[in-house]
């Protein structure tokens, strides 16, 4: 399989910014690394400066994910990380401590994952009545599982 390479322009403004990067061949995200250090008390949200400022390019959006590694040992989830192609600001990341003990970051530290994929634009057409589907209008649990 041929996978798209896609260049993604970055900017320090920091010294001791870390570029993100690939863990392992075949990641789908690249680390992204604290500029900072401060301690997330349980229930706390913090938004880390990455030092760095991205150039997400057009047709392209930057999604900001968990590592799951911290998700599952000790309750760090990300909150809100869509970047778009037009944005130039510093890559900043929102973390939630979800579990029940205090959690030290470091500068230098991972703290989440950056996924770069394609984006279409649309155009929305209002229309008096949908097509029918097997689900149609049933939510959450319709599916009995």
């Known amino acids: 399989m041929v996978q798209t390479v896609v260049c993604v322009r970055f900017r320090r403004l920091c010294a001791e910014a870390v570029p993100p990067r ?8 690249m680390d ?15 938004l880390f400066g990455t030092g760095l400022a991205i150039a997400i390019p057009s047709g392209y959006v930057g999604l900001v994910w968990d590592r799951s590694g911290l998700a599952a040992s000790s309750g760090l989830t990300t909150l809100g990380g869509v970047i778009d192609s037009n944005y130039r600001g510093e890559l900043r990341v929102v973390v939630l401590n979800t ?4 959690y030290f970051v470091e500068a230098g530290h991972r703290i989440a994952q950056l996924l770069v994929q394609p984006v279409a634009s649309i155009a929305l057409d209002e229309v008096s009545e949908l097509d029918s589907t097997e689900r149609g209008v049933e939510g959450f649990g319709s599916s009995g599982r």
């Open 32 to 46: 992204l690394y604290s500029c900072e250090r401060h301690t997330l008390q349980p229930g706390e949200r913090h």
């Open 22 to 29: 690939y863990g392992r061949l075949g990641d789908a995200g």
């Open 99 to 102: 579990g029940s003990e205090p």
